[in-house]
């Protein structure tokens, strides 16, 4: 019988700032046409790095000023955005999406990861709305919300290159639990992968964050993951 390593076990409470995670990368520049960076509050910076695990202060940084309603800056994040109107590129099933991240980890196929997760204007018009951290008492921010996405996401598809890229990753199966059910979303996380490690040896691991369902397709939240 195979032998079973188990990842960290998780809390069925999951904080807001703890399964974000997209690809793009949010610009330390404030251009021209784009709103000015808001004011960052010591408080929100020490939650980031708690939340993020990283103790090095990053330079691309977008928190929120509490003085701003949120509906302002939710317009503000979304400008330049088109609504998506349709879900187009998104996975038919939870096992077709996880099954296409799988090839593309063994493909190495870095330009895959982008399209299997939530884009920057898909996050701002469908995702972010309807998620209770957009709510009281949380109302974070959604460049806040959207640049931890990318740090840690980005972070993440590194790992998975670099440690199960380009070769047969031994794929069992999967399973998620905590299912959460927003105004029509479907948020899945924590998610477990389990692979054939070595003969005998089957792991399961973290390899991605959170799965979202909309209008009955699927994509990745964040490929945060625990490597």
């Not at 090095?56 to 955005?81: N, Y």
């Not at 099933?93 to 204007?121: K, Q, W, Y």
């Not at 399973?175 to 105004?183: A, K, L, T």
Request: glycine fraction near 8%.
């Amino acid at each position: 019988m195979a032998g079973a390593r188990g990842a960290p076990a998780h809390s069925p409470f999951q904080s807001p700032l703890t399964n974000l995670g997209g690809l793009e990368q949010v610009s330390a520049v404030t251009a021209k046409g784009h709103p000015p960076q808001p004011f960052v509050p010591v408080g929100m910076i020490l939650l980031m790095v708690a939340c993020s695990g990283d103790t090095t202060p990053s330079r691309g940084a977008v928190v929120v000023d509490s003085t701003v309603p949120i509906e302002m800056l939710l317009e503000r994040f979304r400008q330049g955005l088109e609504e998506p109107t349709s879900v187009e590129g998104w996975s038919a099933s939870r096992d077709a999406l996880i099954r296409a991240l799988v090839d593309a980890i063994e493909r190495s196929d870095s330009s895959a990861f982008r399209t299997l997760a939530l884009s920057r204007a898909e996050f701002a018009w469908i995702y972010y709305p309807r998620i209770p951290e957009a709510a009281p008492p949380y109302e974070l921010d959604p460049g806040l919300m959207w640049f931890m996405i990318q740090t840690r996401s980005t972070r993440g598809v590194r790992a998975l290159l670099e440690e199960r890229g380009g070769r047969p990753l031994g794929f069992v199966d999967y399973s998620c639990d905590g299912e959460r059910h927003h105004d029509g979303l479907t948020i899945w996380a924590p998610c477990l992968v389990r692979r054939v490690h070595a003969p005998g040896d089957t792991v399961a691991e973290s390899l991605f964050g959170p799965v979202v369902s909309w209008n009955g397709r699927f994509k990745f939240v964040s490929y945060a993951n625990r490597l």
